[in-house]
């Protein structure tokens, strides 16, 4: 992955029409791999999301000792061997791009009496991973090498026995969470993760799913307390996996802003954790119809009727965050059109991701023409009323979001956006040029 491919650039040709179907989510299918990794028997997946990242977790869960098939597009079968029996693996785990196939695996491993090296790419080498580690040797396994400042790669050493700890994130994150889930699976007592600020729950409902016993109650204003007993008895399930909100948002967005757009997403996943972005779009006046809310496999799904529309800048603020943290560079693109000022509070962690992506945001939009300043953690996008110049070529810094949302941006400015490296959208969303392509936007 860590090859240049070809620059890109989008330009803008005519309305976004049609109908799309984002691809699978990728939180979810990172955990159906993994949980069918962790019960003994046959877990069938359907809707698996065939991005870089969600197939490395898939040769993770097999060098740990599961049979990974693929049967089809999306189709998946995966034969566990269950909580306890994981093979260490011979080689070690590298896990691209992907912060959660690692942070994951991490807890899977550090829970099992097995010893296993973990490392990335270049993005991935610069993630702080002592969040993760240090609640993992809190339940006794060991860090016997990691590079500078809790870098990977690291090796780790699993314990056979995990103690039971109570743990509250220093930082609102779903990865940390289940992280400390995965790895409280294999002990003896019970373990408790108790969040400030609610995170995305997927874990949590898959573990439900597949037959672990874990409550769930309110914490404070906006947390919550998660209890797991360890050493469930995991029966294999079948996981339909639902299409990733991260995804949708850029046909979105991109509709939002093209003049005369009027598409229909389907099959967006709706939970509540993952929707921040639809409410901040709806505040600063977008014309989004939600049809047909329905259940699929345990999540609710609906399909979106988005159609151009002016917007105007809103105060985003930071209890927000966790349930959009990875549409923020999506938005900055959504507020530059805007006419006003936006603000998005409490974006510390986006310094963390596969980029420095307040950075990268910021420098993306200078590069269009459009004002911006970070205040602290916040950013402010001075929006330029439908009116954006483009131009330009981004630095996507390994990073497939800030990589897909200036293309978006491309599509509704005067002149057309380049970016420097399209290689890392195919972590994420392989099909993103040519699913856009399909409701006409245009790409060279
Ligand atoms: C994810 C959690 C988020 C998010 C990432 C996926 C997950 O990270 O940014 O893309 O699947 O748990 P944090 O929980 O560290 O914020």
Redo the contacts with the bound molecule.
Sequence with gaps: MEALAPALQARAAGPLRGRVKPPGD???S??ALILGLLCIGETKIEGLLEGDDVLRTAAACAALGAKVERLGEGHWRVQGCGIGSLLAPREPLDFGNS??GM??MMGVAGGHAITACFDGDASLRKRPMR?ILDPLCLMGAEVLSQSEGGRCPVVLKGTSEPLPIEFSPP????????AVLLAGLNSPGRTVVIEASA??D??ERMLKHFGASLSVEPFGDHGKKISLEGRPELRPAHVMVPSDP?SAAFSLVAATIVPGSDIIIEGMMMNPLRIGLLTTLLDMGADIEILDRRDEGGEEVADLRVRAAPLRGVDVPESRA?SM??EYPILAVAAAFASGETRMRGLA?LR???SDRLAAVAEGLREAGVSNHIVDDDLIVEGRAGDVEGGGMVATHLDHRIAMSFLCLGLASRRSMGIDDSSMIAT?FPKFQSLMEQLGARFS
């Design positions: 990728k939180s979810i990172h955990r912060g959660t942070r994951l969040r930082v609102a994150s779903a990865q940390i969470k289940s995170t995305r997927h874990t991260s966790p943290i990875d962690e963390v991701k596969e994420s």
